[in-house]
């Protein structure tokens, strides 16, 4: 019992810790998003990394799944705080290459729409599953939004672009942690309330896409 409540202790002041650390890229991401949003294109490589910035954070869809990820995140285990992000991002990389390639993957769009829905209804209901099943889930939904931002990559942008989008993914997927993480030392015996509160705005978001 006394072992619990050490481990229990050393797990709430490595979460506060770690939510202190991401709030600093919230902020960042709160600076960089009007910032990169009113930059002028100009065709350069700049034009490539700040289209690619934006891009993720233009679309409604795309900006609150990978927010819900990392909200989603904080809910399992504390493995699940790197390895389900990192999942994410890193299959994120090759649904973009993929989306180069020209090769047709089918209802992108609506698969992008149902991953906020399924997001949204898995933060609400707590849903913990293991780490494989997890990973599998996450792997689909960023294929699909990887996908959606190679596919729409200009011609002229290259790389850069892509850094820009997986940069933008990386400071909103830490958004998503650092808010879960946040809400959980913020209202402790009430956090799963605002978990649900939470997951009920994404699930209400997910169904306005899946209609619209």
């Known amino acids: 019992m006394v072992n619990k409540m050490l481990r229990s202790l050393r797990w709430t002041n490595k979460s506060i810790r770690l939510s202190r ?7 960042l991401a709160i600076v960089l998003i009007p910032v990169s949003a009113q930059a002028h294109f100009d065709g350069s490589h700049g034009f490539g990394f700040v289209h690619g910035f934006t891009h993720p954070i233009d679309g409604l869809d795309h900006l609150v799944a990978m927010v819900a990820v990392g909200l989603w995140a904080t809910q399992m285990n504390r493995r699940a705080l790197w390895a389900i992000p990192l999942t994410f991002l890193m299959v994120m990389a090759m649904g973009g290459f993929l989306g180069t390639t020209g090769f047709a993957l089918p209802f992108v769009e609506q698969g992008i729409a149902y991953s906020v829905l399924v997001l949204g209804v898995l933060i609400t209901a707590a849903v913990q599953p293991p780490m494989a099943q997890s990973a599998a889930i996450v792997t689909l939904f960023a294929l699909l939004h990887g996908y959606a931002h190679g596919a729409e990559m ?11 989008f997986m940069v933008a993914t990386a400071l909103l997927l830490c958004n998503g942690l650092g808010i879960g993480l946040f809400c959980q030392q913020l209202f402790q015996r009430h956090a799963r309330l605002a978990q649900f509160f939470m ?12 209609v619209a």
């Open 199 to 210: 997951g009920g705005v994404v699930t209400s978001l997910g169904v306005y896409l899946c």
């Open 154 to 164: 200009p011609s002229t942008a290259g790389l850069s672009y892509g850094f820009g």
């Open 21 to 27: 650390l991401l709030l600093p890229l919230l902020l």
